[in-house]
């Protein structure tokens, strides 16, 4: 039997009995896509906290999503589990207040130091002349990385569509129905892009591999030959560059 007719099969005999120990074979035939979410969502915490945590977190999303799926309204399982999973996960830290005020504060202060001095120089500013401008060393800029890296958790994706309700994916806004919407997004967008290549190259790879190619941090580890540690700091300086760009575009139009 293949593994889309067996998962069928599950499921029709777990809706009709609620049989627990058919939802125990579900949480098996679906634990892979815990162990990826935790995987992906470690970026944010680097060696903070155990990828087994996660893993455990995730679990009960994954439970979750398991009593509360509806196989009648034909929505694709993963999809459905993969948001209750990576939810769970999130709001298990934010219940442990992972991310104290202060951190919060440290990374919206980042994110303004990257904003201002590549507007000034034009470019990339470097480690040294971030923490030149913070007043700090660049030892201590590390160490401040390393600690707001998971008041980023949210991902790139979110906070375009947090911020300006419209995501990166263009093709799905209707030109018709909202062309201003639809000229805002198509405008983010090449910004965004441009933002991107404009990336230290290294800063780059990470968010290539992570965004578009949906890697772990254990894989884009492997990949580029650094400590995972190193790539979590990478994708924190990347995220506060492209955040403050992407801020001060935002402005730009809340002042037009």
Do not use: C
């Not at 790139?156 to 997004?185: C, H, R, S, T, W």
């Amino acid at each position: 039997m293949s593994s889309n007719n067996k998962q069928m099969e599950l499921w029709k005999e777990y809706s009709s009995t609620k049989d627990p120990s058919i939802r125990e074979k579900l949480i098996l035939e679906y634990s892979h896509l815990v162990k990826f979410i935790a995987g992906r969502l470690s970026i944010y915490f680097g060696a903070n906290v155990e990828y087994d945590d996660l893993v455990g977190f995730g679990i009960f999303g994954l439970i979750d999503a398991i009593e509360k799926f509806d196989v009648k309204k034909g929505v694709k399982f993963e999809t459905y589990a993969s948001l209750r999973i990576r939810g769970s996960i999130i709001d298990s830290m934010r219940e442990l207040d992972w991310v104290p005020r202060s951190l919060r504060q440290k990374s919206k202060e980042m994110e303004k130091v990257y904003a201002e001095l590549e507007n000034e120089l034009g470019r990339s500013a470097t480690d040294q002349e971030v923490a030149d401008r913070l007043g700090i060393t660049t030892d201590e800029l590390s160490k401040r990385l390393n600690d707001v890296n998971v008041s980023s958790m949210v991902s790139l994706e979110e906070f375009l569509e947090q911020n300006y309700e419209i995501g990166v994916d263009v093709p799905n806004v209707n030109k018709d129905d909202l062309p201003e919407d639809y000229i805002e997004a198509a405008e983010l967008s090449e910004i965004l892009g441009n933002a991107i290549d404009k990336l230290p190259e290294k800063e780059k790879i990470v968010v290539s591999l992570y965004y578009f190619e949906e890697l772990t941090l254990k894989e884009i580890s492997a990949i580029m030959k650094v400590s995972e540690s190193r790539v979590s700091q990478l994708h924190t300086k990347a995220i506060l560059r492209l955040k403050g760009k992407l801020a001060r575009y935002k402005s730009s139009l809340d002042n037009n």
